[in-house]
C-alpha cells in the first residue's frame, strides 16, 4: 500500500477548514521554587488538591499542598526542565490513566504512557488515578476461589477473588516469584492482571515481564512500571494508576488481580515528597497519612455485588522487611490493613523450602470461604500436622531416643514439607494439589526416599492425568472431594505406590 | 519574580498607610509616596542604598529620616517611613508602593488586567479593547501592555489568575493535538502491518 499525498493532504485541508479554536480559559501561577520532583507554585488560586496541572515543556504535575500563599506540586516527569518562573497551567481535572483492552498486553509507565516501543495506546476511556472505593452495599462477601497454583498457598492460606493478601518477607525471599506465579496460574481464567512495579530495578522489571511473556502470561496482563531511576512522584502514583486499570474492569463484571511490588518503596517515595513539602514527620519520618496512603488503595479491592456486575479486584500487595522485622511501621500498617498475609523466611528458603513460606504465621482470614470443597478436606488439618511436626523436629534435634509412632510422625511430616516444595513457574491445577496433597496426608509417599519425593509426586500427577484421568476429571467437574471419589482416588493410589515400588526394585535389580 | 511572603507583609504595610492617608487625601498621600521613590530614591542612589541597607541601625537610620525627609516630607508619610525603619521593613519600600498602588486602585473598583499581544496595539485599539473589557468584567481594567511576538497573532488576557488565551500560538498547538488525536489509529494500523498477526 501507498500513501496518496493529495488525499492525505486533503483530509487535513479539511481538519483546517473546519477547525473553530476556541478562547482557552485556563487558572495560571509561576513557579517560585522547583527541586526534587516537586515545584513551589505561586498564583493557581482556584487549584484543587488533587487537581492535575501542566507545565509549559508539556510535563504534568499534581496538587498536592495547598498553602496560604502558593502551591506544592508534585511533578510527574522530567522536573528539570522546569525553571524559576515559568508558568503553570491548571488543567480542571483529576490526574487520570488510559483504561481499557488496549491496555492489555502493554507495559506502560505510571501515566500510561508505553514503554515497550509498541506504538501508541490507543485506549478511549480514562480512569481518575484516585476513585473511592465501593461502599457496603455494593460489596460481597469473598466466595469465589483465585487459584494461585502453589501447593502451600491454596492448602493453607487460599486466597479469594476480592480479597487483599500480603506476601511479606525480606528481601530476596521470593516474594515477587510467588505473584508471578499466581498472574502465570490465571491463564485461561478470566482473570484480567496488573503487576505494578514500583521502586524496583529496572533489569528485575524486565526480566519479570520476559516471564511473563515466556509463559504466555502478557496475553491477560498489564505491566505498569515505575523502576527506582523515576521520580518519587511517579512511583508514589503507580500504585494507584495500576488499581484504576484494574477497577475498569470490575465495573465491568470483570476479575482482576492486582500486584503492587513493592508498597515498602511506595511508602518510601511518599515520605519522600511529604518531606520535601515540609509536611511534618512521624514515626521512621513517615508522614501522618501514610496508613491512608495504604489503606485507600487496598480498599479499593472488592467483590462487587451482583446487582454491579459481580466483578472483582485481588490484591496481592508486597511488602519487603528488613531483618524479619514485622514489628515496624509500614509492615504492622498493611498487615492491619490486609485479610492475612503470606510470611517468607530467610532460614526456610535457604534450607531450600521454597516457596519459603512460614506456614505457622502466614494466615488468610476470607479465604477458607473460597476454598473448594475437595481442597478443604485435604488440607483442613494440614497446618496443625506441620505446626505439630515442627515442634517434634525440635525436639527430635535433642537426640532422645523415639517410639516408634513419633518416629513415622515426624517422617511423615519431612515428606510433607517435601511435598510442600514447588518449582518457580510451574503452578499446578488444584485437581493436582488435592491429588498430591491427599496422597502425602494419607501416608502415600511413606514408603518413598525423601529425597524421591519429588519424583514420585511428578510421576504420580502423570499417572493420575493418563491412566486415572476419570478420577481427576470428576474432581475438577464437582470441586469436591465425595465419598465415590475418594474411593477411586484411593484405590489409584494403591495401584500407583505398588506401580512405584516396582518400577524402583527393577531399577535396582539392573544394577 | 515576586516573592510572595515578602508582597503579603507589603499587603499589610499598604493598607495600614492607605488607611491612615484615608483621614487626610490618598491621592495626594500616593502622589507623595511615588515622587519619594521616582524623585529621592531615584536620583540619589546612595541614598536609596544607605536607607535599604541591612547594614545600617535603625536608629541612625531614623536619624536619617528625620533630617533629610522631616522638613519637606508631610508628617503622615515622615511618620511611615519612621514606622518602616523601626521595624526593619525599610527594604520592602518598592513593593509596598506597588501594593498601595494596586490596593488604591482595587479601592476604586479597577483592578490590572495583563494583556500581551503579537504586535503593538495603538491607542484606537487599546481603548477598543479597554471598554469591552470593562462591559464584560466585573470592574474597571487598568490594561498592563506588553509584546510578544512568539504569539503569531491575537491576544491573551490576564486577569487575576485566569487567562484568557486566544493567541494564534495556542490554537495552533490545539489543532496539532487535535489532528495528531485523530490520526493515531492510522499509526498503529500501518504499525500493525508489520507486526506478526499472532502478538508475539
Known amino acids: ?511 | 519574580m515576586e516573592d510572595p511572603r515578602a508582597e503579603s507583609i507589603a499587603r499589610v504595610y499598604a493598607d495600614a498607610f492607605l488607611n491612615a492617608a484615608a483621614t487626610e487625601n490618598v491621592a495626594d498621600a500616593l502622589e507623595e509616596f511615588a515622587s519619594f521613590a521616582d524623585d529621592v530614591l531615584e536620583r540619589n542612589p546612595d541614598f536609596e542604598a544607605v536607607l535599604l541597607s541591612g547594614m545600617v541601625g535603625r536608629d541612625e537610620k531614623v536619624a536619617l529620616i528625620n533630617k533629610v525627609i522631616g522638613p519637606y516630607g508631610s508628617p503622615l508619610f515622615t511618620n511611615f517611613l519612621r514606622v518602616l525603619a523601626r521595624h526593619d521593613r525599610l527594604e520592602l519600600l518598592p513593593l509596598i508602593l506597588r501594593e498601595s498602588q494596586r490596593l488604591q486602585e482595587l479601592r476604586m473598583g479597577r483592578r490590572r488586567v495583563q494583556l500581551r499581544a503579537a504586535r503593538p496595539l495603538g491607542p484606537a485599539e487599546l481603548e477598543q479593547i479597554r471598554t469591552q473589557l470593562a462591559a464584560s468584567l466585573p470592574f474597571e481594567p487598568v490594561l498592563e501592555v506588553q509584546e510578544d511576538s512568539k504569539l503569531l497573532g491575537g491576544l491573551v488576557i490576564r486577569v487575576g489568575d485566569t487567562v484568557y488565551d486566544s493567541s494564534l500560538r495556542t490554537r495552533l498547538k490545539q489543532l496539532r493535538s487535535r489532528l495528531r488525536e485523530r490520526s493515531l489509529h492510522e499509526i498503529q494500523s500501518g504499525r500493525d502491518r508489520f507486526s506478526h498477526p499472532e502478538g508475539d
Request: include cysteine.
Open chain 1, 1 to 511: 500500500m501507498k500513501f496518496r499525498a493529495d488525499e492525505i493532504a486533503s483530509v487535513i485541508q479539511k481538519e483546517i477548514e473546519d477547525y473553530r479554536g476556541q478562547i482557552e480559559t485556563s487558572q495560571v501561577g509561576r513557579v517560585l521554587e522547583v527541586g526534587d520532583g516537586i515545584a513551589r507554585v505561586y498564583g493557581l488560586s482556584g487549584a484543587m488538591s488533587g487537581e492535575m496541572v501542566e507545565f509549559p515543556s508539556g510535563v504534568r504535575g499534581q496538587v498536592f499542598n495547598l498553602e496560604e500563599n502558593s502551591v506544592g506540586v508534585i511533578i510527574l516527569g522530567d522536573y528539570l526542565k522546569i525553571a524559576e518562573g515559568d508558568e503553570v497551567k491548571s488543567t480542571g481535572s483529576l490526574l487520570s490513566v488510559p483504561v481499557g483492552e488496549a491496555l492489555i498486553g502493554r507495559v506502560v509507565d505510571p501515566l500510561g504512557n508505553p514503554l515497550d516501543g509498541k506504538g501508541p495506546v490507543l485506549a478511549h476511556e480514562s480512569r481518575p488515578i484516585e476513585s473511592p472505593a465501593p461502599g457496603i452495599a455494593a460489596r460481597q462477601p469473598v466466595k469465589q476461589p483465585l487459584q494461585t497454583g502453589i501447593k502451600a498457598v491454596d492448602a493453607m492460606t487460599p486466597i479469594g477473588r476480592g480479597q487483599r493478601e500480603l506476601i511479606i518477607g525480606d528481601r530476596k525471599t521470593g516474594k515477587t516469584a510467588i505473584a508471578l506465579d499466581t498472574i502465570i496460574n490465571q491463564k485461561g481464567q478470566d482473570v484480567i492482571c496488573v503487576y505494578v512495579s514500583c521502586g524496583q530495578r529496572a533489569a528485575t522489571v524486565a526480566g519479570v515481564v520476559e516471564a511473563l511473556r515466556a509463559n504466555g502470561a502478557m496475553d491477560y496482563t498489564i505491566v505498569v512500571s515505575a523502576p527506582s531511576s523515576e521520580a518519587a512522584p511517579l512511583q508514589y502514583i503507580a500504585p494507584y494508576a495500576g488499581a484504576a486499570m484494574a477497577e475498569y474492569f470490575m465495573y465491568q463484571g470483570k476479575h482482576t488481580l492486582v500486584v503492587y511490588d513493592d508498597l515498602s518503596k511506595q511508602a518510601a517515595a511518599y515520605r519522600q515528597l511529604s518531606l520535601l513539602v515540609r509536611r511534618p514527620p512521624g514515626r521512621e519520618a513517615y508522614p501522618g497519612d501514610v496508613f491512608y496512603a495504604h489503606s485507600r488503595l487496598l480498599e479499593r479491592s472488592a467483590k462487587l455485588s451482583d446487582e454491579l456486575g459481580g466483578g472483582s479486584m485481588t490484591s496481592l500487595p508486597i511488602i519487603e522487611t528488613l531483618q524479619g522485622d514485622v514489628s515496624a511501621y509500614i509492615p504492622t500498617n498493611v498487615i492491619s490493613i490486609t485479610d492475612g498475609q503470606i510470611y517468607l523466611e530467610p532460614d526456610l528458603f535457604f534450607a531450600g523450602v521454597r516457596p519459603a513460606i512460614n506456614v505457622g504465621i502466614s494466615v488468610s482470614r476470607v479465604g477458607g470461604n473460597a476454598q473448594t470443597k475437595a481442597m478443604k478436606k485435604v488440607a483442613g488439618g494440614l497446618r496443625l500436622d506441620l505446626a505439630a511436626f515442627r515442634e517434634l523436629e525440635a525436639f527430635a534435634q535433642l537426640g532422645t531416643e523415639l517410639d516408634k509412632a513419633t518416629q513415622s510422625r515426624l517422617d511423615r511430616g519431612y515428606r510433607m514439607v517435601e511435598l510442600l516444595k514447588q518449582p518457580q513457574y510451574q503452578p499446578l491445577h488444584f485437581a493436582d494439589q488435592v491429588i498430591s496433597i491427599y496422597a502425602g496426608t494419607k501416608g502415600y509417599f511413606d514408603t518413598v526416599p525423601v529425597e524421591k519425593v519429588a519424583v514420585a509426586e511428578r510421576e504420580l500427577l502423570q499417572f493420575m492425568r493418563e491412566q486415572k484421568s476419570e478420577v481427576r476429571n470428576k474432581i475438577i467437574e464437582t470441586a469436591a472431594l465425595d465419598d465415590a471419589t475418594e474411593e477411586q482416588l484411593k484405590a489409584a493410589l494403591e495401584e500407583f505406590v505398588v506401580q512405584f515400588n516396582a518400577a524402583k526394585e527393577e531399577l535396582a535389580a539392573a544394577k
